[in-house]
């Protein structure tokens, strides 16, 4: 998946891998119950840089079997991406937790339980990560189409949308905790509602009913995007809980309604779908062959 921008390429793209995924770290160990990054900074610094250096090293590795693919539509390569995708996704978990294992080994403060955990701390780490990139490539103005900044604002209103939630639905409970854990909390569960997870060509013509079919659609997707985050919440420190389907329903509608601009803006965007899963996948590993 295209997204416009200028990557960076060689040692800056494996550096901007390494801060991001870092960041991705650092927020899935202070929200993710049972992956413990703690001990002294110092040793704390040591296990986050440690695990990233080992993710970072399967992305690459990972983006040298992608690049092995042909870049064309034909059945073959379209199988190979179809066959690839599941094995880089399975890759993420099983890579933190043999990085979690090796930094617990060395006598670093590390710790990762149950599988549970292990795969909703990757995908933390993997989203967070991706935010990282968009902010990254906004700030160095590499983002040609705007499509990064589209990304960092789905995830900042993803955020915003279930802060909103948890205020004014009194169904939808964020469980109680120190206010900088809620908020990491809402980040990390944010970096999940906000992708688009596929793309969908809206009949009609004009804003307004464009808007109007957009936000139907966001509203369903966003049903299910909720019973998702709120089941991968279980394994969180606080757990985000909406109570029955009228407030998953009300939520979801919150939800579209303040995400509503960054879809309006997508449609006339050169990239449509925005981004979504499969491009998540593409920052990490190098650019999907077009079958996908």
Same mark, same amino acid.
């Given at each position: 998946?295209?997204?416009? /921008?200028?990557?960076?390429?060689?040692?800056?793209?494996?550096?901007?891998?390494?801060?991001?995924? =870092?960041?991705?770290?650092?927020?899935?160990?202070? @929200?993710?119950?049972?992956?413990?990054?703690?001990?002294?900074?110092?040793? $704390?610094?040591?296990?986050?840089?440690?695990?990233?250096? %080992?993710?970072?090293? @399967?992305?690459?590795?990972?983006?040298?079997?992608? *690049? *092995?693919?042909?870049?064309?539509?034909?059945?073959? /390569?379209?199988?190979? #991406?179809?066959?690839? @995708?599941?094995?880089? +996704? #399975?890759?993420?978990? =099983?890579? %933190?937790?043999l990085a979690v294992r090796l930094a617990g080994g060395l006598g670093l403060p590390a710790g990762l339980s149950g599988p549970g955990a292990t795969v909703v701390a990757a995908v933390v780490v993997m989203l967070v990560g991706v935010t990282v990139r968009q902010l990254w490539s906004v700030l160095a103005d590499h983002d040609g189409d705007g499509a990064a900044l589209r990304g960092v604002a789905r995830h900042l209103l993803a955020v915003a949308g279930l802060a909103l939630v948890v205020a004014v639905l009194d169904g939808a409970v964020l469980a109680n905790g120190p206010g900088w854990r809620q908020l990491?909390? &809402? @980040?990390? &569960?944010?970096?999940?509602?906000?992708? !688009?997870?596929? $793309?969908?060509?809206?009949?009609?013509?004009?804003? *307004?009913?464009?808007?109007?079919?957009?936000?139907?659609?966001?509203?369903?997707?966003?049903? %299910? !995007? +909720?019973?998702?985050?709120?089941?991968?919440?279980?394994?969180?420190?606080?757990? %985000?809980?909406? =109570?029955?389907? #009228?407030?998953?329903?009300?939520?979801?509608?919150?939800v579209a309604v303040v995400m509503l601009p960054t879809s309006v803006a997508g449609r006339w965007a050169a990239d449509p779908g925005g981004p979504s899963l499969p491009g998540a996948v593409a920052e990490l590993y190098g650019r999907l062959p077009p079958a996908l």
């Amino acid at each position: 998946m295209s997204n416009g /921008s200028r990557p960076a390429t060689g040692p800056a793209a494996q550096l901007l891998d390494l801060v991001a995924t =870092a960041v991705g770290l650092t927020v899935a160990a202070a @929200v993710v119950a049972g992956f413990d990054l703690g001990g002294p900074p110092a040793n $704390r610094g040591a296990a986050v840089l440690g695990a990233a250096g %080992l993710l970072v090293a @399967v992305h690459a590795a990972g983006g040298a079997l992608v *690049r *092995r693919f042909p870049p064309d539509r034909s059945c073959a /390569s379209c199988l190979g #991406a179809l066959l690839l @995708v599941p094995v880089l +996704l #399975a890759a993420e978990p =099983a890579a %933190l937790w043999l990085a979690v294992r090796l930094a617990g080994g060395l006598g670093l403060p590390a710790g990762l339980s149950g599988p549970g955990a292990t795969v909703v701390a990757a995908v933390v780490v993997m989203l967070v990560g991706v935010t990282v990139r968009q902010l990254w490539s906004v700030l160095a103005d590499h983002d040609g189409d705007g499509a990064a900044l589209r990304g960092v604002a789905r995830h900042l209103l993803a955020v915003a949308g279930l802060a909103l939630v948890v205020a004014v639905l009194d169904g939808a409970v964020l469980a109680n905790g120190p206010g900088w854990r809620q908020l990491l909390t &809402l @980040v990390a &569960l944010g970096a999940v509602l906000g992708p !688009k997870f596929s $793309r969908l060509s809206l009949p009609g013509r004009g804003v *307004r009913l464009r808007s109007a079919a957009g936000l139907a659609v966001a509203t369903a997707g966003n049903l %299910l !995007k +909720l019973w998702l985050v709120t089941w991968l919440s279980t394994w969180m420190e606080l757990p %985000l809980s909406l =109570a029955g389907f #009228a407030a998953f329903a009300a939520a979801a509608l919150l939800v579209a309604v303040v995400m509503l601009p960054t879809s309006v803006a997508g449609r006339w965007a050169a990239d449509p779908g925005g981004p979504s899963l499969p491009g998540a996948v593409a920052e990490l590993y190098g650019r999907l062959p077009p079958a996908l």
